[in-house]
């Protein structure tokens, strides 16, 4: 039932490892054969940068899956990332942090506030940790600054801090390994925004744009090192996010469809009537929903419908499942022309959501909150779901560089956590087995997300 991954392969051939509880750091140099992991830089979006319901802060950055990698070789002493104090920052210049789940019955999800603050920004160097929340892969090139990037990312000053781009910074460093973790926001900003075209104006870049900047970006970082990882894109059509709520009236306290007379679910109202059942209701419409907005109003309803850009549509669906599969083909043709690995999270992503996964004896899934592996935006990863890409990518370096770095353990990693950073038990459910319902989200009315 579960997967026999790069992780399994691996611990089967190497019985000293401890492959439920993982081990201990290796120490400096050792372990790692033929990389270098001594001035390591990681490449990325906000999956690098180690963001966390829906902010960037210590919570999420003290489990990002570079840091993970630099201590299980013993080399986190000299690994510096942009750290904000917690509860985080949204964005820069926000007054808030972090989402944090403040009740479970009822389930209520809250922006901390005031937000963190940063703690090393004055650091005379780059950071190893280049993740800039909110990045396009597509703006690998020319992106140093907010007036440069195509968005406008202030992320982009708060992390690259005018020592230039990725590029320049990774050669500043002189790198001597490098990971690469770029494309999924291309998609992702066009899934959360329902597709919406005024809302996510050029997404998803096309592939063929995409590719062409990323080659020569590769090209670029291999002038520092040959030592080069990549990280392809995962669907970003089964995340939370997108599945938690259904396209028919539930039941918010139990989940449960509400029925019709015929004894059928009763779709909710989209943007062109009501909702085919394949149809993905994002958690933007969760404020909308309490108001009646798309609820019939035969069932106590407004009888309005829901924006587009909350409802994603199977051909809007199939506009992203098409991104992320063109990006992953460019993404593997590059890697074979430069003679790189390749980590695939997009089947690693697909498995979990087929199998979920099994730690220390504990499946988790991608079920929202009682799952254990999203956090409170239903977007990002909690520290377990950054310590299964940070064991991928250790396998992989291990099997393309004679290495034996041990895996991260993931039971002694949080899930979804409470007010403060609080631990919450894991899987959590009520007595009844089921899970705690549709939250609500307190004092916002959306999830914002760094494009």
């Known amino acids: 039932m579960f997967r026999m991954s790069a992780i399994g392969a691996l611990c089967a051939a190497l019985t000293f490892v401890a492959c439920d509880d993982g081990d201990g750091p290796a120490g400096p140099g050792a372990l790692t054969g033929r990389a270098d992991l001594s001035r390591y830089v990681a490449i990325g979006n906000t999956l690098t940068a180690g963001f966390q319901s829906a902010a960037l802060g210590e919570a999420g950055q003290s489990c990002s899956y570079p840091l993970l990698l630099a201590q299980q070789v013993g080399a986190e002493g000299d690994f510096e990332q942009p750290l904000v104090s917690s509860p985080g920052i949204a964005a820069p210049g926000s007054d808030v942090g972090r989402l944090e789940l403040v009740s479970l019955q009822p389930l209520v999800i ?16 780059p950071y190893d940790n280049l993740g800039v929340p909110g990045a396009l892969g597509y703006e690998a090139l020319t992106a140093e600054s907010r007036a440069t990037s195509l ?28 990971t690469v973790f770029l494309g999924s926001n291309e998609a992702l900003g066009y899934a959360t925004r329902g597709g919406d075209p005024a809302l996510a104006p050029g997404l998803p870049i096309p592939t063929a744009s995409f590719g062409l900047v ?36 539930v039941d918010p306290a139990t989940l449960q469809p509400v029925l019709g007379p015929g004894g059928q679910p009763i779709p909710l109202i989209g943007p062109d009537g009501p909702l085919a059942l394949g149809d993905l209701v994002t958690l933007n419409a969760l404020d909308l929903l309490l108001q009646g907005i798309g609820v019939p109003a035969a069932v106590g309803g407004s009888g309005q419908p829901l924006p587009n850009s909350v409802v994603l549509n199977a051909s809007e669906q199939a506009v992203a499942a098409g ?20 980590v695939d999270i997009n089947a690693v992503l ?21 799952g254990g592996l999203f956090s409170l935006d239903g977007i990002h990863p909690t520290c377990k779901g950054y310590g299964i890409i940070a064991n991928e990518l250790i396998a992989v370096i291990n099997a393309e560089f004679g290495a034996s ?3 991260v353990s993931i039971g002694d990693l949080p899930g979804v956590t409470g007010a403060a950073g609080a631990p919450l038990p894991d899987g959590l459910r009520t007595a009844e087995g089921r899970g705690y319902g549709l939250p609500v ?10 494009f």
Do not use: C
């Open 110 to 125: 809250e922006r901390a506030a005031p937000a963190g603050q940063p703690l090393n920004a004055d650091l005379p160097r």
């Open 151 to 178: 968005s406008g990312n202030a992320f982009f000053d708060f992390v690259l801090r005018g020592f230039g781009t990725w590029e320049e910074q990774t050669a500043r460093r002189n790198a001597t390994f490098v």
């Open 214 to 249: 990323y080659d020569v970006f590769i090209g670029s970082l291999r002038r520092t090192t040959d030592q080069i990882v990549l990280l392809n894109v995962p669907d970003v059509t089964v995340i939370p996010f997108m599945t938690t709520i259904p396209p028919v009236v």
């Open 323 to 342: 991104a992320v599969q063109g990006y992953n083909t460019v993404i593997g043709q590059i890697a074979a022309k430069h003679g790189l690995a390749v």
């Open 350 to 370: 697909a498995d979990i959501v087929a199998n979920g996964f099994l730690a220390n004896g504990q499946l988790l899934t991608t079920d929202f909150i009682t």
């Open 405 to 407: 770095i041990p895996p």
């Open 441 to 450: 989200f307190r004092n916002f009315r959306e999830i914002e997300l760094p």
